[in-house]
């Protein structure tokens, strides 16, 4: 099982007619509006970045670890990890923790890079690790903010604590790294895993100063999860916000339709023009890894496949099949395996 999966995965580089006719079966909007869409409907009021770091030196790695403001009041810690070789600029990767995570999470991942020349970093998604006084306490307090955001009242001040308004921070996070003499503005890489990993082809999509991508668990359809009765995984997430979601609309259980509701209102757009198999193809054709499991229950396969399918249309439009590649391990949930960690790795060094 694993050699078929993966045969039909590196495959499809080569004989890719199955996928490219899922591609077509939907129509999203032009890329360049979906990206005009997208910064107009996060984009807020841009601060001074107000960097503040303290570094530490060992005899394998320099570590930087502080913060920059995204927002007038939303500070955004940083963990930087980098070589200690005299080589500069040099490239880096921001890499992003999962639901509940923090940025420390990512220590190894960071230490890796450094030991291929990359300067690695991370930072702590809205409401997660240092951006919670005292400290969060895994996704509570992030599923706290969604319960706000859907019901809050102001439609001119809505806030989407449910991905989107990280994706602005990583905005800010690569204004603040082309700002760096240290960082090589052309050499600059994202990656995440399940909610780093959407966060990061929300905000990699259309930012283009992100060169080389890795997701990891992360890949998937919103509208073919509801669409097919699969949306339990995601929606689990942020169980909290369903439950409270489906109670306030006179609901007895979380459902599709009360998930749909709460998708609108936190994701506006999601199941349409910002769904993955939209927003991924605006990678093309800059290097893109794409890592899933068979039996992942937050990202299923066939929506995966409906968006990885969306992706290499455009990349075999540009002549740019060697830049797309995606790896499925068989039989496993929702997890990230060291394999794809070995890979990610790789792929950031062979791209940037």
Known sequence: MLSRIRAFCIGILFSTSPLLSLAQQVNYPPADKVASDFKKLLERPRV???????????????????????????RVPILIYKPITVAKPYPAVIFLHSTGGKKEDNRKMLYQLTKKGIIGV?????????????????????????????????????????????????????????????????????????MGGIETWLAASV????????????????????????????????????LQAAKD???????????????D???????????????IRLIAPRPMLVLGTENDQNCPLPGA????????????????????KRDVT????????????KMTLDWFSKWL
């Open 48 to 74: 001074p970045l107000n960097p503040s770091f303290t570094i530490t030196k060992t005899d394998s790695v320099i570590v930087e670890h502080g913060f920059i403001y995204s927002e007038k009041n939303e």
């Open 122 to 194: 991370a930072i702590d998604a809205r409401f997660h690790g240092e951006r919670i006084a005292g400290g969060a306490h895994g996704s509570k307090e992030y599923a706290t903010a969604a319960i706000a955001a859907w019901e809050n009242k102001d439609k001119l001040h809505q806030t989407h604590p449910f991905l989107f308004d990280t994706a602005f921070d990583l905005w800010r996070v690569t204004d603040y790294l082309t700002s760096r003499p240290d960082v090589n503005a052309n050499r600059i890489g994202m990656g995440g895993i399940s």
């Open 207 to 242: 930012d283009k100063r992100i060169k080389v991508v890795v997701l990891d668990i992360a890949v998937q359809s919103f509208k073919w999860s509801l669409e097919n009765d699969r949306w339990q995984g995601r929606a689990g997430t942020i169980q909290a916000t369903h």
């Open 249 to 263: 609309l006179g609901d007895s259980a979380v459902n599709k339709r009360n998930v749909k509701t709460v998708w």
């Open 265 to 279: 209102k936190l994701l506006p757009g999601i199941t349409g023009e910002f769904d993955c198999p939209s927003m």
């Open 305 to 324: 496949d409906i968006a990885y399918a969306s992706a290499l249309k455009v990349y075999t439009a540009k002549n740019a099949n060697d830049k797309i």
């Open 330 to 341: 068989p039989k496993l949930p929702h997890t990230s395996t060291t394999e794809h960690f």
